[in-house]
């Protein structure tokens, strides 16, 4: 019997065969393969097109072969290597061109909102590119196979790879279910496309580059991680609205939400092709040196790869995303659920840098439109500059809160307008008074009453005002009261928002950094 050890050693350590011997073992099963890869030399289908029959056989036998290849070690093998890599370059572009052609067939129906270019007509190019690769693709890929002993094989009779198309549909006669409240659900799926546009931005890359400037851009700026992050996201987006609103009584009352719909799935599809084209590039023909690449012509050019992934795949999915953005802004704000806050404003020097912005983050991540009311103003609460505006009330506000405060303490009623009396003594005895009852909150510790001189004929309450005003503008103290404002808006962004204030808008009443809970770590991102 075998030890542990030895069985473990053979596991991982497969019987070596020769090269003969592996030939004469798959031969039979790389016959589809190649019938169709001879097949796919003539273009079968009408006027020089691929038909999706023949491409969905075409890229399920390459993907058998290359499971195959792999499982046997053809990667690391001199004389299967060229072929394995043939029939990778096969399964990609096969697969590639069928989602161009289900876009071909399907786009009508999506119900898509107008963008700058002809859309059908591109992907008509970008079908023929592909259309070129994959027949340059199957000519290598029998030439390779007679170079290393496959046989001759006759192709795959085309009749078999009609692509049969009726011009209508069936009735639509299935009994639609009914949604009691759709607006969460609605609102969720609005929110998370508004929010996805954001992590896409990578996209834009198309309009800041020159196409000799395209292949700088990976991996870098582009790459097949992040592009199949997208397309997961994505995915998972139009998963969810299927589950939960296609068939369904509220998507035939309102048209916005097919056309949402439509958009996350051509959006996805075409993020599956920009995964498959990156995907290509990045393994195949974007290699450290040029001893790596092997000695067989490679079905495309790396330039013509990145134009179709630049110009089409990439260019597209920002098109359709910026095109449905005020889509889902007009869902939301359709299907929102209205509500008010009242809230105290930051500790810390009211709505400067971070709590704005981390506010504005808030509502920019749900996509609603959320206002900020200070007595008569009205402020839009997804802008910093807006909220920082509110700065001017705000220690309006505590100037006179302040004044009031040192119209009744002690020291000042008893001071007087005594000749001779020493305004800054006075002083001191106020800030102790203020210290004391927590009026205040001093940054600075440093600070000294030398600095501001009484004028003549000031009385202790005028240069205490002075005083306080000239250290609140230079952040050298706070006013410490409980002003309040409210946000008006979408509930869910004001559950956010008010979880935020909670946490002093992610500050102490120091300024310093504080951890957020866990609900708002997108704030993070």
Same mark, same amino acid.
């Given at each position: 019997?075998?030890?542990?050890?030895?069985?473990?050693?053979?596991?991982?350590?497969?019987?070596?065969?020769?090269?003969?011997?592996?030939?004469?073992?798959?031969?039979?099963?790389?016959?589809?393969?190649?019938?169709?890869?001879?097949?796919?030399?003539?273009?079968?289908? +009408?006027?020089?097109?691929?038909?999706?029959?023949?491409?969905?056989?075409?890229?399920?036998?390459?993907?058998?072969? #290359?499971?195959?290849?792999?499982?046997?070690?053809?990667?690391?093998?001199?004389?299967?290597?060229?072929?394995?890599?043939?029939?990778?370059?096969?399964?990609?572009?096969?697969?590639?061109?069928?989602?161009?052609?289900?876009?071909?067939?399907?786009?009508?129906?999506?119900?898509?909102?107008?963008?700058?270019?002809?859309?059908?007509? /591109?992907?008509?190019?970008?079908?023929?590119?592909?259309?070129?690769?994959?027949?340059? /693709?199957?000519?290598?890929?029998?030439?390779?196979?007679?170079?290393?002993?496959?046989?001759?094989?006759?192709?795959?009779?085309? #009749?078999?790879?009609?692509?049969?198309?009726?011009?209508?549909?069936?009735?639509?006669?299935?009994? +639609? +279910?009914?949604?009691?409240?759709?607006?969460?659900?609605?609102?969720?799926?609005?929110?998370?496309?508004?929010?996805?546009?954001? #992590?896409?931005?990578?996209?834009?890359?198309?309009?800041?580059?020159?196409?000799?400037?395209?292949?700088?851009?990976?991996?870098?700026?582009?790459?097949?991680?992040?592009?199949?992050?997208?397309?997961?996201?994505?995915?998972?987006?139009?998963?969810?609205?299927?589950?939960?609103?296609?068939?369904?009584?509220?998507?035939?009352?309102?048209?916005?939400?097919?056309?949402?719909?439509?958009?996350?799935?051509?959006?996805?599809?075409?993020?599956?092709?920009?995964?498959?084209?990156?995907?290509?590039?990045?393994?195949?023909?974007?290699?450290?040196?040029?001893?790596?690449?092997?000695?067989?012509?490679?079905?495309?050019?790396?330039?013509?790869?990145?134009?179709?992934?630049?110009?089409?795949?990439?260019?597209?999915?920002?098109?359709?995303?910026? /095109?449905?953005?005020?889509?889902?802004?007009?869902?939301?704000?359709?299907?929102?659920?209205?509500? +008010?806050?009242?809230?105290?404003?930051?500790?810390?020097?009211?709505?400067?840098?971070?709590?704005?912005?981390?506010?504005?983050?808030?509502?920019?991540?749900?996509?609603?439109?959320?206002?900020?009311?200070?007595?008569?103003?009205?402020?839009? /609460?997804?802008?910093?500059? #807006?909220?920082?505006?509110?700065?001017?009330?705000?220690?309006?506000?505590?100037?006179?809160?302040?004044?009031?405060?040192?119209?009744?303490?002690?020291?000042?009623?008893?001071?007087?307008?005594?000749?001779?009396?020493?305004?800054?003594?006075?002083?001191?005895?106020?800030?102790?008074?203020?210290?004391?009852?927590?009026?205040?909150?001093?940054?600075?510790?440093?600070?000294?009453?030398?600095?501001?001189?009484?004028?003549?004929?000031?009385?202790?309450?005028?240069?205490?005002?002075?005083?306080?005003?000239?250290?609140?503008?230079?952040?050298?103290?706070?006013?410490?009261?409980?002003?309040?404002?409210?946000?008006?808006?979408?509930?869910?962004?004001?559950?956010?928002?008010?979880?935020?204030?909670?946490?002093?808008?992610?500050?102490?009443?120091?300024?310093?950094?504080?951890?957020?809970?866990?609900?708002?770590?997108?704030?993070?991102?």
């Amino acid at each position: 019997m075998k030890s542990v050890r030895e069985n473990k050693e053979t596991a991982e350590s497969p019987e070596v065969i020769g090269e003969k011997s592996f030939l004469s073992a798959v031969t039979d099963s790389m016959r589809p393969l190649l019938g169709l890869a001879k097949l796919g030399r003539t273009r079968p289908g +009408r006027e020089g097109a691929f038909t999706r029959p023949f491409l969905a056989r075409l890229g399920l036998e390459s993907m058998r072969i #290359e499971e195959t290849l792999d499982a046997c070690g053809a990667r690391n093998n001199r004389s299967w290597f060229p072929f394995r890599e043939l029939v990778a370059a096969t399964k990609i572009f096969s697969q590639a061109a069928y989602m161009l052609l289900h876009l071909r067939f399907t786009t009508p129906v999506y119900q898509l909102l107008p963008i700058e270019e002809d859309f059908p007509q /591109a992907t008509d190019a970008a079908i023929d590119t592909l259309t070129g690769i994959i027949e340059a /693709a199957s000519k290598e890929l029998l030439r390779t196979a007679r170079k290393i002993g496959l046989p001759d094989v006759e192709a795959d009779n085309g #009749e078999d790879f009609r692509d049969l198309v009726p011009s209508g549909g069936l009735p639509v006669d299935r009994t +639609r +279910r009914h949604i009691e409240e759709p607006g969460k659900t609605v609102c969720y799926l609005a929110t998370a496309f508004l929010n996805l546009s954001e #992590e896409s931005r990578l996209l834009e890359i198309h309009k800041n580059v020159q196409e000799e400037e395209y292949a700088l851009c990976i991996p870098d700026s582009i790459n097949e991680e992040a592009l199949r992050e997208l397309e997961n996201k994505f995915h998972n987006l139009q998963s969810l609205y299927d589950t939960n609103i296609s068939n369904s009584d509220i998507e035939d009352q309102d048209r916005n939400l097919r056309i949402m719909r439509g958009h996350v799935s051509i959006i996805f599809h075409l993020l599956e092709t920009a995964t498959a084209f990156s995907h290509y590039y990045e393994r195949h023909l974007h290699l450290p040196t040029e001893e790596m690449r092997w000695p067989f012509h490679y079905p495309v050019s790396p330039e013509t790869l990145l134009r179709v992934l630049m110009t089409y795949s990439i260019a597209f999915a920002y098109r359709f995303m910026k /095109a449905a953005q005020d889509l889902c802004h007009n869902i939301l704000r359709v299907y929102a659920e209205e509500g +008010r806050i009242e809230v105290p404003v930051p500790n810390y020097r009211g709505f400067h840098v971070r709590p704005s912005t981390l506010v504005a983050k808030i509502i920019a991540h749900y996509g609603s439109k959320v206002e900020m009311l200070l007595e008569d103003e009205v402020y839009d /609460a997804s802008r910093p500059l #807006e909220l920082f505006r509110a700065n001017e009330q705000i220690n309006a506000k505590k100037r006179r809160f302040i004044a009031e405060e040192l119209a009744s303490l002690p020291a000042v009623q008893e001071w007087g307008k005594a000749e001779g009396a020493d305004l800054k003594e006075g002083l001191k005895e106020i800030w102790v008074s203020l210290l004391s009852h927590h009026r205040v909150v001093v940054y600075d510790q440093d600070f000294t009453y030398n600095d501001l001189e009484p004028f003549e004929d000031e009385t202790l309450i005028e240069y205490a005002k002075r005083w306080v005003a000239h250290c609140l503008a230079l952040g050298k103290i706070d006013v410490d009261t409980n002003i309040l404002v409210t946000f008006a808006g979408d509930k869910r962004v004001l559950e956010d928002i008010k979880l935020l204030v909670e946490n002093g808008y992610g500050e102490d009443k120091f300024g310093n950094n504080v951890v957020l809970p866990a609900k708002l770590s997108y704030l993070r991102r």
